[in-house]
């Protein structure tokens, strides 16, 4: 593999007339943190949906760990595999209890056996402060829970990349640090991460680099303190005088 984790060129993405991606360069280097800010309704959660093809872009390119996914022979299920989504609510399986939202995609999709996805998925739930909710069901969870278990889920099928929609946002505050806590940790531990947030804290202390989107472009990119501390386009500064 190369250093580069995520290539985006040119991405555009329309719904009928509505053109949400206008043209959208990014490159991700392995191991990088890389937050998406931006006003709700600039197209963040779509691209952010566009580079593991869950909506198929209009125009341009997306490759993810030099497979490219916008190619129409790409084996776009075994690609995903490799990568990672938490989403702002929690999705897990409310039938299930915590163990087996971990274990189900890796036996059905990575044909683990149960000892072996048991294994996996005891070791993640480690990682995420978890162990002791492994037989709880998602019901008898907090959000905060909840999201750290979604997130110990998508660790347990061995991601090279991981994305993460507003993971936070639909947390009570007090619920807020420790799922930010554990994707600290992960990106102290070398995990390449796109994170759409509006957590600028988390932005400017984590991030390798923070871009700042608007009307279906990136308007700003730069390291963190640069986008975040010393914005220099007029719409960055609107946005973050709002949202600071
Ligand atoms: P953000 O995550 O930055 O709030 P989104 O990517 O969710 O923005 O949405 C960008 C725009 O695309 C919005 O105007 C939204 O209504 C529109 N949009 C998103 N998904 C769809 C869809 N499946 N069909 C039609 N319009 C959509
Ligand atoms: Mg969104």
Known sequence: ???????????????????????????????????????SGSGKSTLLRCVNLLEEPTAGKVVVNDVELTDPDADIDKARTGIGMVFQGFNLFSHLNV???????????LGRSAAEATGIARRNLERV????????????????QQQRV?????????????????????LDPELVGDVLTVMRQLADEGMTMLVVTH??????????????????????????????????????????????
């Not at 402060?129 to 959000?143: F, R, V, Y």
């Open 1 to 39: 593999m190369t250093d580069i984790a995520v290539e985006i060129t040119g991405l555009k993405k329309a719904f009928g007339d509505l053109e949400v991606l206008r043209g959208i360069d990014l490159t991700v280097e392995r191991g990088n943190v890389v937050c998406i800010i931006g006003p």
């Open 99 to 109: 163990l087996n939202n971990l274990t189900v995609a890796q036996r059905k999709v």
């Open 129 to 144: 402060g978890l162990s002791d909710k492994i037989g709880a069901m998602p019901a008898q969870l907090s959000g905060g």
């Open 150 to 170: 979604a997130i110990a889920r998508a660790l347990s099928m061995d991601p090279s990349v991981m994305l993460f929609d507003e993971p936070t946002s639909a």
């Open 199 to 244: 957590e600028m804290q988390f932005a400017r202390e984590v991030a390798d680099r923070v871009l700042f989107m608007d009307g279906g472009v990136v308007v700003e990119e730069g390291p963190a303190e640069q986008v975040i501390g010393t914005p220099t386009q007029e719409r960055t500064k609107t946005f973050l005088a709002r949202v600071l």
